[in-house]
């Protein structure tokens, strides 16, 4: 006897009128199908006259090998195709990406393989999976094209495709129409047909009625419940048909879209939108839609140089408990900390954003002398509003041990708070003092762990661990600044601009060779280490320097003498400082290299008009 398979994809339909001799069917209103083929036998994969669809935000694809599962991730976003970098990718991950492409899951994970040329950016880097999800994006991640990878860290993966001795009758592969899909139900939402339930936005106006009573803008769409459904907020269950929400008056304009949205999964966000729809997309449960707005975020970051919006974007990421979003805020605060403790907002910031700033590694400073007198300010400023307990517990989160011995010397006498605090101080210094006349392996494991925060170095831009490289020749004149410079602020022919960035006071090159000590302690103060640094424009001149360069431009940094000391690592690192101003990007330096997110392989995380960099290279030595 003949049996009928059912190939299916989900599929809404509005109004299913005609029948098959497969299946029996009357008038349907908003029902959910499956849209299904009929054979006798077999279940086929069909592709419509050979075309291939058109990629799709989020999709992904294996790339570069003969075999259908096996080859290099890509995934599609913003009308690209970019890569995935190996970094934290594990098979969790793998799992996502092999089920995304129908696959049984994941057999293994390629690294290092050639799989010819890449494609344009690395778009995806350090990416969290729970190993559950059903799409690779929605994944936890930084942010699209933020990395510091190249293509020779692409990730690939081998996918499992099952028994190859499974009865042709039993094989069944999908057939995938969901390409319209987006599209057919936005327009069943915008024509209204046949919609059921009814949401009544209202508005306060901020003006009084003739009885006194508040005045309301109202506005209502109609939507149908079954979609709604999806959604647990608007409770679009049996009997309920209606449904009112309470929005600002700004936001109210955007509510059509958002709801637009629950049917597509599609959307257009402007900088005008996006605090609105993100605020909706948090009340209502969207999570997805709520990260990947605030992604969009960091794109207007770097606009206010009073830091009013980013502290303001931070308060409002916390409360709707945006990680990503919060985390993008409070990046671009401690890449440009210097900036932000001169400006308007900095006396406002909070508790709980300050001992966020200083819990991270990734802040930049001229030196921990200098985080330490900014908090101090903070704290005086702050006056009796902060109790002792909380300004004690921001004092224990400086780094004392990272301080220059020689500005140890001086706290005693200069702190406004150390005779409030003499023992956080003392503890602190005495550890401080110890750090810099004991090699690190005698220092007790108990009271010294390696992995303690105190003994990890930020990122410090004063003499001797920074130089400034440009691709142009400027001078300092040329630049524009929110304020002047001051000429007192001098470090070895370099000046501090007011708003926080060095540049030079004479045409730079893209070489200079620099010394550092091999650590910021005492005891290697003469023992020195000397570097050549470079940045390199093309093919010949990575040649020249006898390296292989993927995409241009790229830093090099390079150590000049050995110098033998097994329990030192330099984690270096290359700033780029957008037309002398703020940090719009750091990148690791790997193997001597660090790429320059100035090319298609990545993404500025903070943009640059105009893409006019200062390159800062920055040298970090630590214990290990």
């Not at 003739?210 to 506005?219: L, M, R």
Request: net charge negative.
């Amino acid at each position: 006897m003949e049996h009928v398979s059912f190939v299916a994809s989900y599929f809404f339909v509005f109004v299913l009128e005609s029948c098959t001799s497969c299946w029996k069917c009357s008038r349907l209103e908003i029902v959910f199908v499956f849209s299904y083929f009929c054979t006798s036998g077999r279940a086929y994969k069909f592709d419509i006259l050979n075309r291939n669809h058109e990629p799709r935000e989020g999709d992904v694809r294996l790339f570069g090998s003969k075999n259908v599962s096996e080859g290099r991730v890509e995934i599609y976003h913003d009308g690209k195709w970019g890569t995935v970098c190996d970094d934290n990718w594990d098979m969790a991950d793998a799992q996502v990406l092999c089920r995304q492409l129908n696959f049984l899951g994941a057999k293994s994970i390629v690294t290092g393989k050639d799989y010819g040329q890449a494609p344009g950016p690395i778009w995806l880097d350090d990416i969290n999976c729970k190993g559950t999800e059903t799409h690779l994006f929605t994944c936890e991640f930084k942010g699209w094209g933020e990395t510091d990878c190249t293509h020779k860290e692409d990730v690939g993966v081998v996918c499992e495709t099952g028994s190859i001795n499974v009865d042709i009758n039993d094989s069944t592969q999908s057939l995938d129409h969901s390409i319209g899909l987006s599209d057919f139900l936005g327009q069943i939402f915008d024509d209204g047909n046949g919609c059921d339930f009814l949401i009544v936005v209202q508005s306060p106006t901020g003006n009084k009625q003739e009885d006194g009573t508040p005045e309301i803008s109202e506005k209502t769409i109609c939507a149908h419940k079954m979609i709604l459904s999806q959604i647990p907020f608007f409770n679009a269950s049996v009997g309920i048909t209606n449904i009112t929400v309470n929005l600002s008056l700004p936001c109210q304009p955007h509510f059509t879209s958002f709801i637009r949205y629950i049917y597509t999964r599609k959307i257009d966000v402007t900088l005008s939108s996006a605090l609105c729809l993100h605020q909706m997309a948090s009340d209502f449960g969207l999570k997805q839609l709520m990260e990947d707005i605030g992604r969009l975020f960091s794109k207007i970051l770097p606009e206010d140089s009073t830091f009013h919006n980013q502290v303001s974007f931070y308060k409002y990421a916390v409360e709707t408990k945006d990680l990503v979003l919060e985390e993008n805020c409070v990046q671009y605060m401690a890449w440009n900390y210097q900036n932000l403790t001169r400006s308007p907002a900095w006396s406002g910031l909070s508790v709980g954003l300050l001992r966020a700033l200083l819990t991270r590694s990734d802040l930049v400073a001229p030196d921990e002398y200098f985080v330490l007198q900014s908090v101090e300010r903070w704290i005086s400023e702050k006056g009796d509003s902060i109790d002792l307990e909380t300004q004690a517990d921001l004092l224990g989160r400086i780094r004392f041990p990272m301080i220059p011995a020689e500005k140890l010397y001086v706290i005693e006498s200069s702190s406004p708070l150390y005779s409030t605090h003499k023992t956080v101080y003392r503890d602190n210094m005495l550890k401080a003092f110890q750090f810099n006349v004991l090699l690190f392996s005698y220092l007790t494991k108990q009271k010294f762990g390696k992995e303690n925060n105190d003994y990890q170095p930020r990122i410090y831009t004063a003499e001797p661990w920074s130089i400034v490289l440009e691709l142009s020749i400027r001078t300092s004149s040329s630049q524009t600044h929110s304020r002047p410079i001051d000429k007192r602020q001098r470090y070895n022919n370099r000046y501090i601009h007011g708003y926080g960035y060095e540049t030079s006071s004479y045409s730079q090159t893209r070489s200079k060779s620099f010394s550092t000590p091999v650590h910021n302690s005492l005891i290697f103060k003469d023992t020195v280490k000397r570097w050549q640094a470079n940045i390199l424009m093309n093919r010949q001149e990575c040649s020249n320097h006898g390296v292989r360069c993927e995409s241009f431009p790229v830093a090099k940094l390079t150590p000049q003498n050995y110098i033998s000391q097994s329990e030192i690592l330099f984690r270096n690192r290359i700033l780029l400082v957008c037309q002398g101003q703020y940090v719009c990007q750091i990148q690791d330096f790997k193997s001597n290299m660090a790429s320059v997110s100035a090319n298609a392989t990545q993404v500025l995380p903070y943009p640059c008009a105009g893409d006019q960099f200062t390159y800062q290279i920055v040298v970090t030595p630590e214990y290990v």
